[in-house]
């Protein structure tokens, strides 16, 4: 009875999330703005935006941008990052267009499907970088302390392999989520299409691994030719998934759909299994659903950045640090808890 109600809290949930991410994904009035464009037309034909002008805007004759001798060129730090005309041009519009909207008293609109975030030292979503680097610090800590635990702090069997049943599953899980956050940091740094989408394949593959380990440790799948038959038509999924958004179209509502469902069902699956099992670390496992839950919240809610600088995504990254750290807890305690039992077994 208790867990046909979670379930249907969750599925509940699952469909709330759903739509009120695909409402705040398509809430992009800014560059519906005909100030907004009126400024970006005009820039991208003169290179300016009032009496400031760019570089990378200047043309030729013939239509051909003129960078100018080298020591006229941006540093390799800024070029880097391809910022171009289009670019600057939308930033200073939308900053002049925000001055405005301030002056009359009006509240921040997304532009292109972001809010308007200063720039520092070239780097687009300041925080949100900082915030994606320091989850894969965390990510690299947590993955080296399970590797010392479990080679150098645990028993290994005779022919020196771990007794942990899931030790390949967990280092490859370590590996994609380290991945996942550096393509995160570099797509923050600059949205481009190739950061863009090496973000979101990043993160999709990381989400759906996590489901299928979801999967196999809930339920116990030890054996593995059984593992294999569980993750293989999930892999398969995934896989088609990815290249369907490199390849075909990135299709941002149908991505987050999966992104959704994949996220909510292993959350469902811990839970579940959190609440049957006797496991002692389980009240860990509880902390990051809850937490994990509770951080959607984040992404749901979005709001206007503080200062152009912090706003909920980048708020949303600052949550997973500490989920990140107990997660990696769990994930060695899960380890101890079993070889231990099976060292038992084995005398």
């Known amino acids: 009875m208790f867990v046909n109600q979670m379930v249907d809290r969750y599925w509940v949930a699952f469909f709330v999330v759903l739509s009120c991410l695909i409402r705040v994904f398509n809430a992009s009035a800014g560059d519906a703005d005909p100030l907004y464009k009126a ?54 519009c939308m900053l002049d267009r925000e001055k405005e909207r301030e002056t009359l008293s009006d509240g921040p609109v997304k532009y292109h499907g972001k809010w308007p975030l200063r720039r520092i030292f070239g780097f687009q979503e300041p925080v949100s970088v900082a915030l994606s680097a320091f989850n894969l610090a965390m990510q690299f800590h947590g993955w080296l302390s399970f590797f010392i635990l479990l080679y150098y702090k645990l028993p290994l069997r005779p022919n020196k392999k771990t007794y942990y049943e899931y030790t390949g599953l967990w280092h490859i899980y370590g590996l994609l989520a380290m991945n996942s956050w550096f393509w995160s940091s570099v797509f923050h740094s600059r949205d481009v299409d190739l950061t863009e989408k090496l973000d979101y394949s990043s993160a999709v593959a990381l989400l759906g691994y996590s489901f299928i380990l979801a999967i196999l440790r809930s339920f116990n799948v030890r054996d593995e030719a059984a593992k294999v038959m569980v993750a293989a038509p999930l892999i398969g999924f995934i896989t088609t998934h990815i290249l369907y958004l490199n390849c075909y179209k990135l299709d941002y509502g149908w991505n987050m759909k999966v992104c959704v469902f994949m996220g909510v069902a292993q959350l469902l699956l811990w839970a579940i299994w959190a609440g049957v099992t006797h496991h002692p670390s389980r009240w860990k496992l509880w902390v990051v659903v809850v937490g994990g839950g509770l951080a959607m919240l984040l992404v749901i809610y979005d709001f206007p950045p503080y200062q152009g600088l912090v706003d909920a995504h980048a708020l949303w990254h600052a949550t997973t640090i500490p989920l990140t750290y107990i997660w990696w807890s769990f994930i060695k305690d899960d380890a101890e808890f079993r070889t231990t039992n099976l060292v038992k077994k084995v005398k």
């Open 39 to 92: 400024c970006v037309e005009q820039c991208e034909k003169t290179g300016c935006v009032g009496d400031r002008c760019f570089q990378r805007c200047r043309f030729s004759s013939d239509g051909i941008s003129v960078d100018g001798p080298w020591y006229m060129q941006e540093p390799l730090y800024m070029r880097w990052k391809q910022w171009d005309c289009q670019s600057d041009c939308r930033y200073q």
